[in-house]
């Protein structure tokens, strides 16, 4: 692993591997919590995340075998949008409330 510190000594920035090998980059505010990391999935795929700052993940591009895939979190780390392309090559949109009730359109 590399860190990158600022001024005072506090870990900004990590870069890292996964548990399956792939690499990983991490920053972070001075009081330690996660605000960017891109890396990727099991199965290779690339992905970015962003959280709040509370911890809790935001937004998360990624991927699935189908394709693209964007996920939206609340700040209390609730999944509450979702779009990706479907088996089919469609675009699928999610939209729901905190409790996972929602339409597709």
Do not use: F
């Amino acid at each position: 692993s590399i860190w990158v510190t600022n001024d005072t000594g506090d870990i900004v920035v990590v870069l890292d591997a996964t548990a399956n090998g792939n690499g990983v980059v991490l920053t972070q505010s001075t009081k330690g919590k996660r605000q960017v990391m891109l890396t990727s999935t099991v199965g290779g795929q690339g992905k970015v995340n962003t959280y709040h700052p509370n911890g809790k993940a935001l937004v998360e591009l990624g991927a699935s075998d189908n394709g693209g895939m964007i996920t939206v979190y609340n700040k209390t780390g609730d999944g509450i949008s979702q779009m990706y392309a479907d088996e089919y090559g469609n675009g699928v949109v999610y939209a729901g409330n905190r409790k996972g009730d929602g339409c597709l359109g």
